[in-house]
């Protein structure tokens, strides 16, 4: 008597364990594929422009005020009553506009930065434009960078570089939103972007300007060339038009 052996022919429409989830690079199966219609919500912009005119006289003005900065630091690690023992890892300078040199780029930050968040949508009645906080920064030597972090009490922020190329650090903006770090999953491609991707790098050129809206978290890679990296970084306030305001 021939035993009769049950075969599954269900169709398998779910992909049974954990092992197979992970090698299963496909889409799974199924009777039907609905045809969705994708809508972008809550997106995150990154504004880029270029202004590569300004590169040489900004690299010339900005050369005597970080030469500065790093005497400053080299003073205080020779000093032996000061703990300071090694450079940083990025020199900050005071902040630029007591400096006529960058009184334009200042003034198109402000503009700029006004206009992105009028594009927005943000209702900027009563409000004026504000720069915050408008230095020059350098990665000395090869191992600087900038740990991940974000600009609070600020709406806009940027970059315009001034000395960079393919072996220099560049900057990296990570996803902003805390949710999705809870459940977030390891992406097929990494260094691919989708809509899965929690960071972009991005690659930067002599005289290019990045924006973002300042509650982006972004870092700066370690840097790895011999030559210096050194770009403008600023914030920009939306703040309360003082001669509009109404005293109680």
Request: glycine share 4%; charged share 25%.
């Amino acid at each position: 008597m021939q035993k009769n052996n049950k075969t599954k022919t269900k169709e398998n429409l779910f992909i049974s364990t954990q092992q197979d989830a992970q090698q299963a690079q496909m889409l799974m199966p199924g009777q039907e594929q609905l045809q969705f219609k994708v809508e972008d919500q809550f997106k995150c912009p990154i504004y880029l422009a270029n202004k590569p005119e300004w590169v040489n006289k900004l690299n010339k003005a900005s050369d005597p005020i970080i030469e500065r900065v790093r005497k400053n630091w080299k003073k205080k690690i020779k000093d032996p009553k000061d703990p300071t023992k090694q450079m940083p890892n990025s020199l900050h300078s005071e902040l630029l506009w007591q400096y006529p040199e960058f009184k334009e780029i200042a003034n198109l930050i402000l503009q700029q930065s006004w206009n992105i968040l009028h594009w927005q949508g943000y209702n900027l009645t009563g409000k004026i434009p504000m720069l915050t906080e408008l230095w020059v920064q350098e990665f000395p030597e090869e191992g600087g960078f900038h740990d991940i972090h974000e600009h609070g009490n600020n709406h806009i922020s940027g970059f315009y570089f001034l000395k960079c190329n393919e072996k220099t650090s560049h900057p990296v903006f990570h996803d902003p939103r805390p949710g999705k770090k809870m459940t977030d999953l390891q992406m097929r491609e990494p260094n691919k972007l989708n809509y899965g991707s929690g960071q972009v790098h991005y690659k930067v050129n002599p005289g290019q300007f990045i924006f973002f809206n300042s509650y982006m978290p972004h870092a700066y890679i370690h840097h790895k060339g011999k030559d210096k990296f050194r770009f403008i970084h600023f914030n920009m306030q939306a703040t309360i038009d003082p001669s509009k305001s109404t005293s109680v």
